[in-house]
């Protein structure tokens, strides 16, 4: 889901030969705004995580493949492959779950976000 409404706040998964992952990822090349985005996140951090049973990771400064920089709430599901037929059911049920936690979560507070 990337149209939050918020310019630089999108929610995303991704799945590939080693792990997939689900999270709210903060980018734009201001990094006072994303600070400023990524501090009324985390001024709800205890919120998400009583709701949410799988660990959540929270990285102010998070390194993409393509060297560059955001700020990302997410969780991640190892030792699965995209291409092992196998690992589909699980990585379908941990998106489901984790996803729709974020989601929800997200269009909770949408507001607080945009506009606080």
């Known amino acids: ?4 409404g918020i310019k630089q706040v999108k929610l995303k998964f991704h799945f590939d030969e080693h792990m997939a992952m689900t999270g709210i990822t903060i ?3 201001n ?4 600070f400023e985005l990524w501090e009324k996140f985390a001024s709800m951090k205890k919120i998400l995580e009583e709701r949410a049973d799988f660990p959540v990771q ?7 493949d393509t060297q560059k920089t955001v700020s990302m709430i997410y969780s ?4 699965v492959n995209i291409y092992s037929r196998d690992d589909w059911k699980k990585v379908n049920s941990y998106f489901f779950k ?7 979560f997200f269009l909770e507070y949408c507001d607080y976000i945009k506009y606080q």
Not at 1 to 4: A, F
Not at 58 to 64: A, D, R, S, V
Not at 98 to 104: A, C, G, N, R, V
């Open 58 to 64: 929270w990285e102010k400064e998070f390194m993409l």
């Open 1 to 4: 889901m990337n149209d939050t």
């Open 76 to 79: 991640q599901l190892n030792d």
């Open 31 to 34: 990094s006072e705004k994303r």
């Open 27 to 29: 980018d734009t090349r």
């Open 98 to 104: 984790t996803m729709s936690l974020f989601e929800d």
